[in-house]
């Protein structure tokens, strides 16, 4: 039940400005939150951007070391002829180029005193080659490498060629070089397979970054070199990378991405950033102009809900005095109220209440409703009942639960009545609170005495006989079984009539708690009446179990009981008998009938025995 409110005139006012503001805070959040949305799309599709070009520079170099590899291989099939002279290297060079299909136009020399003296293609005129960069590096170097140089002006074919080169030695000292001319254009077309975008312009350099060959015009680099102050050759130990950069010929943003081969060669991917990411900025328009249109919707709501507001101040102020009726009504009543949201925690209650539970207002809400029970497995509690009364939220329901007085241990019985009022929102139920304990207990007392033997806590024999009938059912339709003891005290009346009838009752009762000891709490012990004694128990269908069971009553039986406070003791046996559902009855009446029986034939026996 709302609390009234004081001034429906201020309040409509405050929610006017809360409208206003929250209004302005949601525009401010959502423009913000859009931008921010904005930058992260960028951000993630650079991001992108920079991971694909990566992988693409590393394929690249992979099939550009691959194919290295492959020339390298030419040149060294062919080199193991040119020991044995010129004619040798032509055949053995022409096979090489016939048979791996090196590349169009693609040639090989054989190099002496500086000069070509063979060709794969046959003779050619002795070429001077002491100027080439290659040949150069292989007289100074000490190691047996393979060599590629940057597009040369070839001197025989007149066309750009770009050489692979490597070293003959004879005796650990260069005697010859064999050259292998790949021309500039089939390297170049080979380069181009691996490209998926007319933006991106890929670079083949030398570890201080003069141009080997370039993707789109290579005659604009033929000789150059990139600036020294670049990234990646300034940083040689990293392998791999990818950055943006503005220091470029046209000044615009590119995406440079760079792997270096095992020769310490830098293959480089260059990417326009503007032309790449153009595919992104419908989207953003896009996410632009949805802010606008939701900007505009938040107007045209906080509009209508301004006008909303307006005419229903008036329906504001009729509810707050129907509010402060219903206030009387509530703080009046005879009954104690109790008001539950949906997770039955306590909002309020009325005076009644108070004085039926002796809980005050502020110690109870809060609360969840069991706090009005005590803390037993088999405590009906409020939530229990209300879980039942959530089929229908209309109407009223009715049920009862066990309760607690504040400050009182002994147990208290509530009628709870719940009402669910058209006036009183969704989420919330007024339930009506009766103390029944009187009565309750009252019909508690009427229903153990009928159940209950009063000298020894048991159950008597009516129970028994009705937990019989209620069992059978059960093992027959688990297909199961269970047995029935009937236990009968030896020589008990001559022993009541020495003692007297205290200690005759004494004895029984503790008979009776030694018999509960011995059995599970599923198990039924029962006094059927005097000395007699009867027991109900689950028979899992192992024949000895049961057998043993008996005969352990007869064992403990047959232990002296302490019958007063001076630790004075009898010693009394008891004759056993058991029966079997279904071998021995298929009722309850006549599976006791039949326990009874076989408790004779053990008294026959002598007693203190068992017998089925």
């Known amino acids: 039940m709302p609390t009234p409110s004081p001034s429906p005139a201020k309040l409509s006012c405050a929610l006017r400005m809360v409208v206003v503001i929250s209004s302005v805070v949601a525009l401010a959040l959502l423009w913000v939150s859009l931008f921010g949305a904005i930058r992260n799309l960028e951000e993630v599709a650079l991001e992108r951007l920079k991971i694909q070009s990566q992988r693409k520079v590393n394929a690249l170099s992979s099939a550009v070391q691959a194919t290295m590899d492959y ?88 066309t750009w060629i770009v050489p692979f080169a490597r070293g003959v030695y004879r005796d650990d000292k260069l005697t010859n070089m064999v050259v292998l001319s790949i021309p500039l254009n089939s390297l170049q077309k080979r380069i181009e397979r691996y490209l998926e975008s007319t933006h991106e312009v890929v670079s083949l350099l030398t570890p201080d970054g003069q141009f080997i060959l370039r993707t789109g015009n290579p005659e604009e680099i033929f000789g150059k070199r990139v600036p020294p102050n670049r990234y990646y050759l300034q940083h040689p130990e990293l392998k791999t990378g990818a950055i943006v950069t503005t220091e470029t010929s046209d000044g615009s943003a590119h995406l440079i991405a760079w792997t270096r081969l095992p020769g310490d060669q830098i293959a480089l991917s260059s990417l326009v950033l503007d032309e790449a990411l153009a595919p992104l900025k419908p989207i953003l328009r896009r996410m632009k102009f949805t802010g606008a249109a939701i900007s505009a919707l938040i107007l045209a709501l906080v509009g209508i809900l ?164 209620l069992m059978i059912p059960h093992v027959q339709a688990h297909q199961c079984g269970l047995a029935v003891l009937f236990i009968d005290l030896d020589y008990f009346v001559p022993i009541s009539e020495k003692n007297g009838v205290a200690i005759s009752n004494r004895l029984l009762y503790e008979v009776a708690r030694r018999l509960h000891e011995i059995f ?50 009898i010693e009394i046996t008891c004759s056993v008998g058991l029966a079997r559902y279904p071998e021995q009855g298929m009722s309850a009446g006549t599976l006791l009938q039949a326990a009874e029986q076989a408790m004779l034939r053990a008294k026959d026996k002598g007693r203190s025995h068992w017998s089925s």
């Open 71 to 158: 020339y390298d291989l030419s040149v060294l099939v062919a080199r193991e002829a040119a020991p044995q002279g010129a004619e040798s290297f032509t055949r053995q060079s022409r096979i090489m180029s016939e048979n791996l299909a090196v590349a169009d136009g693609a040639r090989m020399f054989l190099v002496e005193d500086e000069h070509i003296v063979a060709s794969s293609t046959g003779p050619v005129p002795r070429s001077y080659v002491g100027d080439r960069n290659y040949f150069r590096l292989l007289i100074r170097s000490k190691k047996d490498l393979l060599v590629l140089d940057p597009p040369i002006m070839s001197r025989i074919s007149s």
């Open 306 to 469: 301004l006008f909303i507001l307006s005419y229903t101040e008036r329906l504001a102020r009729q509810g707050h005095d129907n509010a402060l009726q219903f206030r009387t009504l509530f703080d009046t009543m005879r009954e104690g109220v109790i008001e539950l949201d949906r997770q039955n925690r306590i909002t309020q209650v009325n005076p009644a209440f108070t004085a039926i539970t002796g809980y005050a207002a502020a110690d109870v809400s809060g609360q969840t409703a069991d706090m009005l029970s005590p803390v037993r497995d088999d405590a009906r509690n409020l939530v229990q009942l209300s879980a039942q009364w959530d089929a229908g939220n209309t109407g009223s329901r009715e049920g009862d639960f066990d309760g607690l007085r504040a400050l009182d241990d002994a147990g208290r019985f509530f009628t709870a009545h719940a009402v669910f009022a058209g006036n009183i929102a969704h989420d919330r139920r007024l339930v009506l609170l009766t103390d029944v304990s009187a009565e309750r207990r009252k019909e508690e007392k009427i229903w153990y005495d009928a159940n209950f033997d009063p000298l020894t806590g048991l159950a008597n024999r009516a129970l028994l006989l009705n937990r019989l009938e």
């Open 520 to 569: 599970h709490e599923e198990d039924t012990v029962a006094h059927l009446q005097l000395d007699q004694f009867g027991i109900l128990f689950s028979d899992f269908g192992a024949s000895s179990v049961a057998e043993r069971i008996a005969a352990r009553v007869v064992s403990m039986i047959s232990d002296p009981f302490t019958v007063d406070a001076e630790g004075s003791q």
